[in-house]
């Protein structure tokens, strides 16, 4: 059975970090791309970062770009995201994502599993 429970949510400071984690049950995570997602109230959701499974290429938002990183550990089976200087403009709720062997790809459309999602409110 696959799945996909992301962790590390919470309420921060603007300027502050946070650490997204996403444990990976069922799946062989370097046979398979990642992606981070968010969705704002009242929102679409939003493709914020990716990993590809070929290359490890990774892709970011413009909105996060110099600000979040996409890393995974095939050991713990997990993908993280690293967010730092953080804006309330990044409150949503953030779910990560997978697919079978591709490039990354900030297309929802692309993925077939996905997580339940943890909320990120930035806030003083």
């Known amino acids: 059975q696959v799945q996909l429970v992301e962790s590390g949510g919470g309420l921060v400071q603007p300027g502050g970090s946070l650490r997204l984690s996403c444990a990976a049950s069922g799946f062989t995570l370097n046979a398979y791309a990642w992606g981070w997602f968010r969705q704002a109230p009242g929102k679409e959701r939003e493709g914020v970062s990716s990993?590809?499974?070929?290359?490890?290429?990774?892709t970011y938002a413009d909105a996060v770009k110099g600000r979040f990183t996409i890393s995974r550990d095939n050991a713990k089976n997990t993908v993280y995201l690293q967010m730092n200087s953080l804006k309330p403009d990044d409150t949503a709720v953030y779910y990560c994502?997978?697919?079978?062997?591709?490039?990354?790809?900030?297309?929802?459309?692309?993925?077939?599993?996905w997580g339940q999602g943890t909320q990120v409110t930035v806030s003083s």
């Open positions: 990993i590809s499974s070929i290359n490890g290429r990774t």
């Open positions: 994502a997978a697919r079978y062997y591709g490039f990354e790809d900030l297309n929802d459309n692309a993925y077939d599993h």
